[in-house]
């Protein structure tokens, strides 16, 4: 099974539950989510309404740490730790897991010093463990361990849950490349056009130079043929007349 088909059958799993818990029960319920092994998507969880209604309670503080489970990092999370909930070990884990995910969003070689900085890791052996055995492995993430550079170059990964105000970005994003393909698109088509008039001009022109190729073919041969014939004609007439030379003539005797 892959891990969009895991996503999707947790993510339903815990909605249908948040959905019908509220306050402390609801509390237990962010926290196992948040600290489930193969969850790394929040957003439905978080417009459960249930949810959305501890804002302003006792157990607000959930729904915070929720949020930072849906968008946020290790670091912000160490910024803001004095007013969350303390995170168990399985939830740190995911947490640094989805920091991993927000560097790669934009960045496709990421070194070393800054993966150790933002996960909190002493030594390379104990980011590269992480990287192979609770990233790759996983499957959230793939990509190459550049002991030389230094750096892990990312190939693939997955994707997070969008921040407020990310899907406005993407949208004029996606509409600024669909007028860019459009624009790319009209080109070629003019290029592909231009092309095919070039094509049928060379067309017209190698047939032009064929007939006149033949035109000249059949010149040339009328012309030695012409000219075959007369000295034919030539060396005819100058034999008949050598032949005249040479026959002996017939005296007249006369009559008596």
């Known amino acids: 099974m892959d891990i969009e088909q895991k996503q999707a059958e ?32 929040f957003s439905e969880i978080l417009s459960v309404p249930t949810v959305l209604e501890l804002q302003g309670t006792e157990h607000s503080v959930y729904l915070e740490l929720l949020r930072l489970f849906a968008h946020g990092t290790w670091s912000e999370y160490k910024s803001v730790a004095d007013r969350l909930p303390h995170l168990l070990p399985d939830q740190v884990l995911k947490l640094k897991q989805l920091t991993v995910l927000t560097l790669a969003e934009t960045n496709k070689v990421l070194p070393y010093e800054g993966l150790m900085q933002e996960l909190d890791v002493s030594n390379v052996r104990e980011l590269e463990d992480f990287l192979i055995n609770e990233c790759m492995y996983v499957g959230i993430v793939r990509g ?93 007439g100058m034999m008949d007349y050598e032949e005249d030379r040479g026959r002996p003539k017939r005296r007249r005797h006369p009559m008596g």
Request: with cysteine; charged share 30%.
């Open 144 to 236: 190459k361990l550049d002991q030389l550079r230094r750096c892990f170059e990312v190939q693939f990964a997955a994707g997070r849950d969008l921040r407020p105000g990310q899907l406005g970005n993407m949208i004029q994003t996606l509409s600024n490349w669909l007028v860019t393909s459009d624009d790319l698109l009209v080109s070629i088509q003019e290029k592909i056009k231009w092309a095919d008039t070039m094509s049928e001009l060379d067309k017209k022109h190698g047939k032009e130079v064929e007939e006149k190729v033949e035109e000249v073919k059949k010149s040339l041969k009328a012309d030695i043929d012409f000219r075959g014939h007369e000295e034919i004609y030539s060396e005819g």
């Open 10 to 41: 947790h993510i339903d799993y815990f909605v249908k539950q948040a959905s019908n818990q509220k306050g402390p029960a609801l509390a237990s319920v962010i926290t196992e989510a948040t600290s489930h092994p193969s969850l790394f998507a």
